[in-house]
């Protein structure tokens, strides 16, 4: 490896070290004992760990890896480099005094990345062992985004540019606008633009980019602009968009957008969930660390759900309240793409055993008259075993150090929020005191009657076809009337289950995301949710209605785009696919792996 090598490597390895020595960016690996075992968890992605030769790291060289962290210490000092050095030499020289006494630190200026303005013809630099296989960006571009004057367009230039000489991989790069339909220009032989490899980017790239950009800034579109059907009609449709032969390659997704997403009247599946699930599994292979996202609009919520179910190395920039447009937000994200590109070595981080001594539980129970053997089933009013009762003993039978746990059942009626205290609440004719003590709106377990007591609450009975499961499966977690039901030492698990999608429109999907979160102080650690709903299907066979034990459902898009949102504590599983009984055993086993770690 050459000098120049070993300074950019140290400075790449600080930024792929930063978050995995988060805890907080370890959550995915909890759940990975279950993913070797059920391949559609999680909304079909693959949360497995790696057993491929590439994802073995030598122990000396995750060692060089946390001592450069040291030196670079936060992004933030790195990102004010960014602004007056351009986009990649402000990072290096953050990074510089952190090489120590390495032969690279006697070598004078670094010479990475090109800075706006530097020949792109100049391949002086030589070939580098590349970071990953190769990477695949998708630019999808709104023509009416404001994104086409000379300072964005140097900045796009630069951000490929420096993609190629940091990395040392093979980048590819397709340019398309907001729109389903699959646009190739007349700009070169092909739709994919190679911009380089081996550190030494494509002289012709500038010319046939700007091209593209004319392209896109001049194109009227019949259907209206969507940039989620952008990103995927292309992956869909394209040959060799991904590459057959993907293994270790890394997609990255940028969106530009006048607002946000506009997803049309006709285009049913192109939802955050869905789009994010199948650029995931046809891109990544399945695995998160091998896609990122890069969105850029204004008051926005289509765009930062995507992009934060794609994985934290994500960004949404707002353009309305960022300053700097652009180039700002590129220069910000493109150590993260970095990163992205360095993951596909990664070792699997070592998951904790957090211990779970309290849980509480809250469902959230759709009380609609379409409801009533949903409802029939969680009691069972035939006379056996409730689904709830076997839940509750494998429960306790698996995790011996739960001390107790609250369980709380609220409805999906808009603005009630509060647990109920009552069968058949909110609106039964006759209500039916469920005897808890005094000033208490939940139970407590283990005891001797929760199973009867839980079959009084999960009564619940609406006169509303306007359902708010989603909303309410936050808020009831921040209603004060229902203070003390969420302890601070708890591990929270939210149950939705209904038979059609949630309607709110406010709060939006990204509020209720934010909602759940501060229910937890803001710790991912401590929630999971699951949506026991008609699922939507896969982005390329969307389904609108199922038919399952249980009677029909209306596919529900907008809660699964919440759930996924929260990544691998989000769980969906499929009414429709088998009994609610099932859904809880699988739910169960997570639980397990999540309170007492993967062994």
Known sequence: ????????????????????????????????????????????????????????????????????????????????????????????????????????????????????????????????????????????????????????????????????????????????????????????????????????????????????????????????????????????????????????????????????????????????????????????????????????????????????SLGERGQYFDHGAQPGGLPAALAEWAPRSIAACEAQDELAPVPAAPGCQRLDILFVIDGSGSMLEEQAALKDEQGGNSVFSAFASSLVENLADVEDFHVGVVSEREGMTALHTHGNAPDGDVLEDCQLPPGVRWLEGPSDSLVEDFACLAATSTNTSEEYTAANSALALLDEANAGFVRDDSLVFVVILTDEDTWEQQPTRMQTRANLLEAVGGDLDRLLVLAIVPHPGLYEAPQQTCEGVYGEGA?????????????????????????????????????????????
């Open 1 to 308: 490896m050459d000098r120049r090598r070993t300074r950019v490597s140290t400075c790449r390895f600080a930024l792929s070290r930063r978050r995995r020595d988060d805890p907080s960016w370890s959550t995915w690996s909890l759940v990975s004992a279950r993913a070797r075992d059920h391949e559609r968890v999680f909304g079909g992605v693959d949360a497995r760990v790696d057993d491929s030769p590439r994802y073995a790291r030598a122990v000396d060289d995750e060692l060089s890896k946390s001592r450069a962290l040291r030196f670079c210490g936060d992004f933030s000092c790195l990102f004010s480099c960014l602004f007056s050095c351009g986009l990649f030499c402000g990072l290096l020289a953050a990074c510089q005094g952190g090489v120590g006494e390495s032969e690279s630190e006697t070598e004078g200026a670094a010479t990475t990345g090109l800075t706006s303005g530097q020949d792109a013809s100049d391949t002086s630099a030589g070939e580098l062992t590349p970071l990953c296989g190769g990477i695949d960006a998708s630019l999808v571009i709104d023509p009416g985004a404001d994104v086409f004057d000379a300072g964005s367009r140097a900045a796009l230039r630069d951000y490929f540019d420096a993609l190629v000489t940091e990395t040392g991989a093979r980048v590819r790069v397709h340019v398309t606008p907001g729109t389903e339909t699959l646009q190739l220009t007349s700009c070169a032989d092909s739709p994919i633009l190679v911009w380089g490899e081996g550190g030494a980017v494509d002289p012709a790239a500038h010319e046939v980019m700007e091209c593209l950009l004319d392209g896109v800034a001049g194109f009227v579109g019949t259907d209206g602009y969507n940039l989620l059907g952008g990103l995927m009609q292309p992956v869909l449709q394209l040959e060799g968009w991904p590459p057959a032969d993907r293994d270790d390659i890394t997609g990255l997704a940028l969106l530009l957008s006048a607002a946000d997403d506009h997803p049309g009247t006709t285009n049913y599946y192109n939802r955050p969930g869905m789009a994010a699930e199948a650029y995931t599994r046809l891109v990544g292979g399945g695995a998160r660390r091998r896609v990122e996202a890069f969105t850029y609009g204004s008051g926005a919520d289509r765009l930062p759900t995507f992009t934060v």
């Open 555 to 599: 596919s529900a898009g907008r809660i699964h785009s919440i759930v996924r949102s929260l990544g691998d504590r989000g769980i969906v599983e499929d009414i429709c696919d088998g009994s609610i009984e099932e859904a809880f055993n699988s739910i169960l086993q997570t639980i397990t792996v999540v309170c007492e770690g993967v062994p």
